[in-house]
């Protein structure tokens, strides 16, 4: 599905074809960067049952113009999206991921890493797909099927930012964050101490008690993007709790380990306080935001890129 650029707005939005009046969303620079190109910023969902063949289309459809939205992003585009719109009606895998990392002086951190981390790239998800499932296997799952991080792609990461591509993304303390940033980039990273990530609910939590939460601010990528999405969450059936799960009470925290983002939706947003009816988690429940899970070999991710309209059929008229 695709969707058409509005240009005015800091945070741009993308209408999708086909599905009313409801937008996915664009930075800024990008649509600065093509406004005067005659190119358009358009939006497409990938799903496949294999997530790394999901991931490899989005970034195709990407290309080096675009990208693969974060989870800030999807959540950005419900707020400005009409509760009709694909982007509240399905789940998303979100180009975010979150890494337990032990610093040098021994101290446990969650990096929450928003559009594009170590798993940002096909043949590193490949990899921990294909591994070994030995226990002693540093490329393997873990017991609870996070995929393992070696020591050195922690290390990087925290210190540096570096990821394995040999990128570089600017990090940022969560105290930061929650301040309020609001110059950060697409591809940014955000260090929060484990205990204080651990605090967190894992669960269907009451909106106000999220909205000062700092895993949700963190995953939000700020206190001000998070307060807007559970606003607009909260007023979608009335509902007063959100799910919002992590697996830091059941880990091994000395083991280096990454999960992905996943965002929750279904049709008409019925069932979203909890598995209240008996029924099972999936497209009949919206779980909320869940970095619960291991490596599941599903995914649909939003990409975003520009397309110039004179050559796509997408924008012409039709006669019937």
Do not use: C
Not at 32 to 56: C, K, N, P, Q, W
Not at 91 to 110: D, K, L, M, Y
Not at 251 to 276: C, F, K, M, V
């Amino acid at each position: 599905m695709e969707g058409v650029l509005n240009r005015r707005h800091l945070l741009q939005t993308l209408a999708v074809a086909g599905l009313g009046a409801g937008p996915l969303l664009l930075l800024r620079t990008l649509a600065d960067e093509h406004a005067t190109s005659g190119t358009r910023m358009v939006a497409a969902i990938f799903f496949d049952s294999y997530a790394t063949a999901a991931l490899r289309s989005a970034l195709r459809y990407a290309g080096d113009d675009g990208f693969v939205a974060s989870l800030p992003q999807l959540l950005h585009a419900r707020v400005n999206a009409s509760y009709d719109n694909v982007i509240w009606n399905t789940w998303f895998t979100a180009n975010s991921e979150e890494s337990i990392v032990t610093t040098p002086q021994g101290r446990h951190v969650v990096v929450v890493v928003h559009g594009g981390g170590i798993f940002a790239t096909p043949d590193r998800l490949e990899r921990s797909y294909r591994a070994n499932l030995d226990r002693l296997n540093p490329d393997g799952l873990t017991g609870q099927y996070a995929a393992k991080i070696t020591p050195r792609e922690a290390r990087d990461l925290l210190d540096r930012g570096k990821l394995p591509d040999g990128s570089t993304i600017p990090m940022y303390a969560y105290n930061e964050i929650s301040q309020g940033i609001t110059e950060a980039p697409m591809q940014h990273g955000i260090v929060l101490d484990y205990q204080l990530a651990k605090k967190s609910t894992s669960g269907y939590e009451l909106f106000r008690n999220l909205r000062r939460d700092p895993l949700m601010i963190a995953r939000a990528g700020g206190p001000e993007a998070a307060e807007a999405y559970l606003d607009k969450a909260a007023a979608r059936h009335g509902t007063r709790r959100m799910g919002s799960f992590h697996p830091f009470n059941r880990i091994d925290p000395d083991q280096p380990q990454t999960r992905l983002l996943n965002l929750g939706g279904n049709q008409g947003g019925l069932n979203s306080e909890g598995n209240d009816q008996g029924l099972g988690l999936g497209y009949d429940l919206d779980w909320g935001i869940s970095g619960n899970n291991g490596l599941v070999d599903m995914a649909r991710y939003v990409a975003v890129a520009p397309r110039d309209p004179a050559k796509s059929l997408q924008h012409l008229d039709f006669e019937l």
